[in-house]
């Protein structure tokens, strides 16, 4: 057995909020989304769409 497979998975939650920067999440996520045995959750107050501080700035 490798130390890989001795490892837990790591749970990593992003939080998402009104008026983010999109760089922000998306990058750590790009980044722990290669990491072996990550689970990784993105997580919100509601289900419904979050406006990032772009939006509406850029027409």
Known sequence: MTAIEQVPFLSIGIVLFPN??????TGPYEVFAKLPKVQLYLLAETLEPIRSDTFGKLR
């Open 20 to 25: 983010l920067t999109q760089l922000d999440f």
